[in-house]
């Protein structure tokens, strides 16, 4: 996520460094340098100024005041003024109606359909809601089968009703569905187009006054950068929506959109999407996004990630194994498919201060576990639950069949005993030790 932009931030900024105060001639180096890196990342060009300038007053106001050095001085306001541009704090979404209704517009392709799983889902971990997806589009029946596929994924009902071409009668009946049966979320997603057109806009504000939602979001792809600013200011000139749904956030997005969508729309990015899979959603923080854009990673989102993923009664069998040297290879594959949950590997190094500067020009692939995986389902249930019993043939056989080598198997297992022996420590109070071995 905005690697190039992170980049260029950070040179940019260095050139303060060993300079005992900011003056004007190197702020405003500086700072041509800041406008570039964000021009470049597709910012808008007036937001791109009126963003320098800000930065260059109150450098140059706050310099004498403060004991910090110049180079930390300026990092601390861009960090400022970028949350600042991205909307200050984080908004949610108003679940305050019995339904309450959540109306999906945007283009085709943008992410709506994908997003209103990923939402339904959201919600319904919250355990407190019990969400309804409904199908508007009532062009492309392929979108209407889609989103039952996205429902039985997550377990979340769909309504729909094919051969209906009333967009508004069948929002309206889905509300009425929602209502007879319980449920206190509904989730509309609408058709889109490839491009703003006028009778897309004429539907969707029907559906808009017919059905008086909550929330309307728009949803926007962050890889279309200026088009997507401008896409949103003709979706909220005529619908006047609450927020705005960032999406593909997890691709070598350059970043325009989301930092110049704000200040465009006055609108507050309500929530990022980061994958295709369905737990792929993140509430938009701005502070949060300003320390990554800045490359500082995100540790409470990571942390967050991992949360959502944990599972109290898994985590206390697992110890029991561990205590009991029972740990196996079948644990380690449910322990990597549950990191795989969380995100695509570079996007979690990304979230990791600093990391993304040290892995710079390392390829990391997405799927990085694939080989591992392939490895362990080559083992038998035996060899699975036991590796002690993994000898000379039985890894010829297992490298056969993952399409590996020996070299590789004795890698897994090396590690893997690595890794169940700290495990082991951690348990035994070893943990606190450690802590402590790492802070001296
Ligand atoms: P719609 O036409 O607006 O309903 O868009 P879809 O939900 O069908 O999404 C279009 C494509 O974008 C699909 O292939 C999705 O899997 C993909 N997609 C949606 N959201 C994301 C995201 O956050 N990240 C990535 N990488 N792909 C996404």
């Given at each position: 996520?905005?690697?190039?932009?992170?980049?260029?931030?950070?040179?940019?900024?260095?050139?303060?460094?060993?300079?005992?105060?900011?003056?004007?001639?190197?702020?405003a180096?500086?700072?041509?340098?800041?406008?570039?890196?964000?021009?470049?990342?597709?910012?808008?060009?007036?937001?791109a100024?009126?963003?320098?300038?800000?930065?260059?007053?109150?450098?140059?106001?706050?310099?004498?005041?403060?004991t910090?050095?110049?180079?930390?001085?300026?990092?601390?306001?861009?960090?400022?003024?970028l949350?600042?541009?991205?909307?200050?704090?984080?908004?949610?979404?108003?679940?305050?109606?019995?339904p309450?209704?959540?109306?999906?517009?945007?283009?085709?392709?943008?992410?709506?359909?994908?997003?209103?799983?990923?939402?339904?889902?959201?919600?319904?971990?919250?355990?407190?809601?019990?969400?309804?997806?409904?199908?508007?589009?009532?062009?492309?029946?392929?979108?209407?089968?889609?989103l039952?596929?996205?429902g039985?994924?997550?377990?979340?009902?769909?309504?729909?009703?094919?051969?209906?071409?009333?967009?508004?009668?069948?929002?309206?009946?889905?509300?009425?569905?929602?209502?007879?049966?319980?449920?206190?979320?509904?989730?509309?997603?609408?058709?889109?187009?490839?491009?703003?057109?006028?009778?897309?806009?004429?539907?969707?504000?029907?559906?808009?006054?017919?059905?008086?939602?909550?929330?309307?979001?728009?949803?926007?792809?962050?890889?279309?950068?200026?088009?997507?600013?401008?896409?949103?200011k003709?979706?909220?000139?005529?619908?006047?929506?609450?927020?705005?749904?960032?999406?593909?956030?997890?691709?070598?997005?350059?970043?325009?959109?989301?930092?110049?969508?704000?200040?465009?729309?006055?609108?507050?990015?309500?929530?990022?999407?980061?994958g295709?899979?369905?737990?792929?959603i993140?509430v938009?923080?701005?502070?949060?996004?300003?320390?990554?854009?800045?490359?500082?990673?995100?540790?409470?989102?990571?942390?967050?990630?991992?949360?959502?993923?944990?599972?109290?009664?898994?985590?206390?069998?697992?110890?029991?194994?561990?205590a009991?040297?029972?740990?196996?290879?079948?644990?380690?594959?449910?322990?990597?498919?549950?990191?795989?949950?969380?995100?695509?590997?570079?996007?979690?190094?990304?979230?990791?201060?600093?990391?993304?500067?040290?892995?710079?020009?390392?390829?990391?692939?997405?799927?990085?576990?694939?080989?591992?995986?392939?490895?362990?389902?080559?083992?038998?249930?035996?060899?699975?639950?036991?590796?002690?019993?993994?000898?000379?043939?039985?890894?010829?056989?297992?490298?056969?069949?993952?399409?590996?080598?020996?070299?590789?198997?004795?890698?897994?297992?090396?590690?893997?005993?690595?890794?169940?022996?700290?495990?082991?420590?951690m348990?035994?109070?070893?943990?606190?030790?450690?802590?402590?071995?790492?802070?001296?």
């Amino acid at each position: 996520m905005f690697n190039n932009l992170s980049e260029k931030l950070d040179k940019a900024l260095h050139v303060l460094k060993g300079h005992g105060s900011i003056t004007e001639v190197n702020v405003a180096e500086t700072l041509k340098e800041v406008r570039r890196a964000l021009l470049d990342a597709d910012v808008n060009f007036k937001i791109a100024k009126e963003f320098t300038n800000t930065v260059k007053e109150k450098a140059l106001g706050q310099n004498v005041l403060t004991t910090l050095q110049p180079s930390q001085l300026m990092v601390k306001i861009v960090k400022d003024e970028l949350t600042e541009l991205m909307g200050g704090d984080a908004e949610g979404i108003d679940l305050s109606g019995d339904p309450s209704v959540i109306l999906m517009s945007g283009l085709q392709g943008s992410g709506k359909t994908t997003f209103s799983g990923k939402l339904a889902n959201y919600l319904k971990n919250k355990k407190t809601k019990k969400p309804l997806l409904v199908a508007c589009d009532v062009y492309r029946p392929a979108a209407i089968d889609q989103l039952h596929v996205v429902g039985d994924q997550i377990n979340v009902e769909v309504f729909s009703d094919k051969g209906n071409n009333d967009p508004v009668a069948i929002a309206k009946a889905g509300i009425a569905h929602a209502k007879a049966n319980g449920f206190n979320v509904v989730i509309i997603d609408t058709a889109g187009r490839l491009a703003v057109d006028e009778a897309m806009m004429t539907e969707i504000s029907n559906i808009h006054e017919a059905i008086e939602p909550q929330e309307t979001l728009f949803v926007v792809d962050s890889m279309t950068g200026q088009d997507a600013v401008n896409t949103a200011k003709a979706f909220n000139d005529i619908l006047n929506f609450d927020g705005v749904i960032l999406t593909k956030l997890d691709g070598d997005t350059r970043g325009g959109a989301a930092i110049s969508i704000k200040s465009v729309v006055d609108k507050p990015i309500k929530f990022i999407g980061t994958g295709e899979k369905m737990e792929a959603i993140d509430v938009f923080y701005p502070s949060r996004m300003a320390d990554r854009i800045l490359g500082m990673g995100d540790v409470v989102s990571l942390v967050e990630r991992a949360q959502d993923q944990y599972d109290e009664e898994e985590a206390r069998k697992l110890q029991k194994k561990i205590a009991k040297n029972q740990f196996g290879f079948d644990d380690f594959l449910k322990q990597i498919q549950q990191i795989k949950k969380m995100g695509n590997m570079k996007d979690l190094i990304g979230m990791i201060p600093g990391a993304s500067k040290m892995m710079k020009g390392i390829d990391i692939d997405d799927d990085a576990f694939k080989g591992i995986e392939a490895i362990i389902h080559s083992m038998t249930p035996e060899e699975r639950t036991n590796p002690s019993v993994i000898n000379a043939s039985r890894k010829k056989r297992i490298a056969k069949g993952s399409g590996t080598s020996v070299q590789e198997i004795n890698q897994l297992l090396k590690q893997f005993t690595q890794m169940s022996k700290m495990m082991k420590m951690m348990q035994g109070g070893g943990g606190k030790r450690m802590m402590q071995m790492m802070k001296n």
